[in-house]
Structures are given as structure tokens and as C-alpha cells.
């Protein structure tokens, strides 16, 4: 049961989010709260601006969505097409500058957009439909994968051995191991995605995550070749940008994996608190309240992370405070567990652990796991994989059977990132 002072916060958080609650707020801006706004600005600007907005988004507390649409059309777009229009450099690097300081949010209010079929009500379903598509490929996106390789692959395989994107296979406080796992996501992502999808026996999915992966590259050169500078600068650097981003951010939230229930939420996944990206990206660092309901709304992760505080000690997780994910993962590859010891919110066991003792227990959680680990650690994984090669078994001289057994040898992680097992 929650503390006394946690249940007056929960009560408070909850009031704020229920929209029938004479106390409930809804999230405008991200830089600015309601308080911080001179009451003649909200009453006369903000508040109309609220009213309209709540009649377009699909929860009244995400009018903040809006405001981003609405930023990004009349900011990124024109900037884009301008330099289609007349290129200068100093456009180009700035315009990639800017695309890069609002990539963070747009990824993560894509986030909302994927997990949930979309952001706004249904009488702007169409257009919910469409923008992203506009949006996407100015933010470094290719048309669809985020939403392939996210809801249909990473949560259904949450960091395990079968996740492309999975830490499991590499330590993951060495920097030579990292830079492994981002060239394979860099480089290999395009046919990795649609061989797991066919090893799943999804093949409908294989092919729309291929197409539209193949899709996007084919308009990107398309546009290089009808004007290359600005096409760089518009398209291909963010998309760099983006991609190693992604890699960092994903690096930042499962590097820290026990080593003796690495198949659980709580202690595969790490929860940030008091740090900027939950302000400015939709509460991005309640991340295993996210994998435990990926379908919970963004302003209801500091409700449940209260809620639950019992369950997040009982399960042995993680909360850090005043540290981001990029930092984590630049603390990590330094190795400086004294740092990441600092950062961490004592809870459950961890309680009267001395600083030197939770450095040592950190480290533990990086180690990578060797084969026989993770047939001991992922039974389900295990029987999936026990099960494919079964349904082969006896077939020798087919070709499919070979094929099939060659595709799974080179989707294997540990192949592919050149890793020798130790």
C-alpha cells in the first residue's frame, strides 16, 4: 500500500489528469506550465487555444500534441522546402540543427501515435493517418519502421534473445561492443526486421516492413538526384542523426539486464526520474512502467510508478534520478559506476547498500550473457527456437530447409556483430 504522502501525491496526479476534475491540467507546452503563463496571455490566448485543441486531440490532456503538429508544419516543413527552392549552407546546417533538437520529441510523440493507432479523435482520423508521413522523413524517420520494429517486434520480444535490438549479446560497458550493436542496427536493420518477421512465420509483415523500409531509401535517393545538398541535409542526416539516437537511447534503457531474471520487466528495463526528457518527451523515462503496459498513457506513468512502488522494490528495479539516457550510456562505455551509483534511488534490498557496493552491484548487470546464460535465463525464447528447428527436423535435402537454417545462422546477433563467445 502506498505511504501517506505518496497516496496525497497519487490523489493529486490523478486529479490533474481526469479531465471531469475541477483540478485537472492539461499539457499545453513543454517548457511552460500553466502557472508560468501571465493570466492575461492564457485567458485571452492559451485558453481559446485550449478549447480548440481539446476538440482535435483524442485525450483532452494532449493538447500539447497540437501544439507540436502545429510547430513542426509551419517550422520544419517550410524550412525544408525552402531549401529545395534557394540552398545556402548556412540554411542546410542549421535547418539539421533544428531538425535535430526536435527530433527527440517528435520520435516520442510518434511513440503515442504507434502504440495507441494514432493521437487524434476520429473526426481528424484521416489526417492522423497522413501527417506522419509528411513528418516522418524530415525527422530522420523512414515511412512505417518505428512502428514495425517497436510494437511489432521489440515489445513482443522485450530486450530477449530474439530482439534485434537487444543488449543481451553484447557488454555493455565496452565501447567496442556498442559500436557493433549500432552498425548492425545502422547497416543491417533493413533485411534483419523482414528475415525475423519470416522466421516468425509472419510474412505479411515482412514484406510491408521491407517495402516500406526499401521505399523510403528509394525516395531519399530519388530526391538526391534531383538536388543532393539539400536532400542531405533535410533527409540523410537526420536520418544518421536519428538512427545512432535511437541506438543510444535503447543502449541507455536496457544495458543495465540482471544477470539472474533478465526475463523481467523490472529488472530488464530501467525507470528515470527528475530528469528533462520526461518533461519535454512524454514522460519517456518511466520505461519499465512502459514495457509492463505499453498501451498506458504517458501522464499515467508517475501515477502507477507510485502506485506500484512496492512491486518495483520486490522486483529488484532500477530507478535512477538526475541522469538521461544519453548520459547513462556515455557513463556506462566510461565505466564510471561510482557516477551511476550517485544517481540511483535506493529501493527494496538496495536500501543501506554503501556507494561502493551498488558501483559493484551495477557492473554486475552489464556483463554479456554467453550462450548457455541465456538458454538457462529465456526458457521461452528457448522452446521458440527448439520449436522452429523441430518443424525443419527430417528434411535434410530440402532447399527451404537449408535456407531456413542458413537465414537463422545470419540473424543470429553474436554473428552479425562479430563477437566471438567467450
Same mark, same amino acid.
Given at each position: 500500500?502506498?505511504?501517506?504522502? #505518496? ?5 493529486? $496526479? ?6 471531469? *476534475? ?17 493570466? =492575461? ?15 482535435? !486531440? ?100 522485450? *530486450? ?12 555493455? #560497458?565496452?565501447? +567496442?561492443?556498442?559500436?557493433?550493436? !549500432? ?8 533485411? @534483419?526486421? =523482414? ?28 530526391? +538526391?538526384?534531383?538536388?543532393?545538398? /539539400? ?18 537511447? *535503447? ?10 531474471? /533478465? ?10 526520474? #527528475? ?18 503496459? /505499453? ?7 508517475? !501515477?502507477?510508478?507510485?502506485? +506500484? ?8 528495479? $532500477?530507478?535512477?534520478? *538526475? ?12 565505466? #564510471? ?11 527494496? @534490498? ?48 530440402? =532447399? ?12 543470429? /546477433? ?9
Amino acid at each position: 500500500m502506498p505511504h501517506e504522502k #505518496d497516496a496525497q501525491d497519487i490523489k493529486r $496526479l490523478q486529479a490533474f489528469n481526469d479531465h471531469h *476534475n475541477s483540478q485537472f491540467q492539461t499539457t499545453v507546452f513543454a517548457t511552460w506550465d500553466e502557472k508560468d503563463i501571465p493570466r =492575461p496571455i492564457y485567458q485571452y490566448l492559451i485558453k481559446p487555444y485550449i478549447n480548440f485543441a481539446q476538440q482535435v !486531440v483524442r485525450h483532452p490532456t494532449d493538447v500539447i500534441f497540437v501544439t507540436h503538429i502545429i510547430i513542426y508544419f509551419t517550422t520544419n516543413l517550410p524550412s525544408a522546402l525552402f531549401l529545395y527552392y534557394h540552398f545556402t549552407w548556412i540554411h542546410g546546417v542549421l535547418h539539421a540543427l533544428y531538425s535535430l533538437w526536435c527530433m527527440g520529441a517528435f520520435t516520442l510523440m510518434m511513440h503515442q501515435h504507434i502504440h495507441n493507432n494514432g493521437v487524434l479523435s476520429k473526426r481528424f482520423a484521416t489526417f492522423d493517418r497522413l501527417f506522419p508521413y509528411i513528418l516522418e522523413p524530415l525527422m530522420g524517420h523512414t515511412w512505417d519502421s518505428y512502428y514495425y520494429h517497436h510494437v511489432k517486434h521489440h515489445h513482443v520480444e522485450g *530486450n530477449g534473445p530474439e530482439d534485434l535490438s537487444s543488449t543481451v549479446f553484447y557488454q555493455r #560497458d565496452e565501447l +567496442s561492443h556498442f559500436l557493433c550493436y !549500432v552498425g548492425r542496427f545502422l547497416f543491417l536493420i533493413w533485411f @534483419d526486421l =523482414p528475415l525475423y518477421f519470416l522466421r516468425k512465420g509472419k510474412t505479411n509483415l515482412a514484406i510491408k516492413a521491407g517495402g516500406s523500409e526499401l521505399l523510403s531509401y528509394a525516395f531519399f535517393y530519388t530526391m +538526391s538526384k534531383i538536388n543532393f545538398y /539539400p536532400t542531405l541535409f533535410v533527409f540523410i542526416i537526420p536520418f544518421a542523426q536519428l538512427r545512432l539516437g535511437l541506438m543510444i537511447g *535503447n543502449w541507455g534503457q536496457h544495458a543495465l539486464v540482471d544477470e539472474v531474471d /533478465p526475463d523481467s520487466d523490472f529488472r530488464s528495463s530501467i525507470t528515470l526520474i #527528475d530528469v528533462p526528457s520526461n518533461r519535454y518527451c512524454f514522460n519517456v523515462g518511466y520505461h519499465t512502467s512502459h514495457h509492463l503496459n /505499453p498501451l498506458r498513457h504517458w501522464r499515467e506513468h508517475p !501515477v502507477h510508478f507510485l502506485q +506500484s512502488k512496492d512491486a518495483y522494490s520486490k522486483g529488484g528495479a $532500477l530507478v535512477f534520478h *538526475n541522469i538521461d539516457y544519453l548520459m547513462m550510456t556515455v557513463k556506462l562505455l566510461q565505466k #564510471d559506476y561510482m557516477y551511476l551509483a550517485n544517481c540511483l534511488v535506493p529501493i527494496g @534490498d538496495q536500501v543501506g547498500m554503501s556507494q561502493q557496493e551498488i558501483a559493484d552491484m551495477l557492473r554486475t548487470k552489464t556483463r554479456r550473457f554467453t550462450q548457455e546464460d541465456i538458454q538457462k535465463k529465456f526458457p521461452q525464447a528457448n522452446k521458440a527456437q527448439q520449436k522452429r528447428s523441430a518443424k525443419s527436423a527430417g528434411i535434410p535435402s530440402a =532447399p527451404g530447409t537449408r535456407l531456413s537454417g542458413l537465414l537463422s545462422m545470419l540473424s543470429h /546477433p553474436v554473428m552479425r556483430a562479430g563477437i566471438k563467445e567467450e
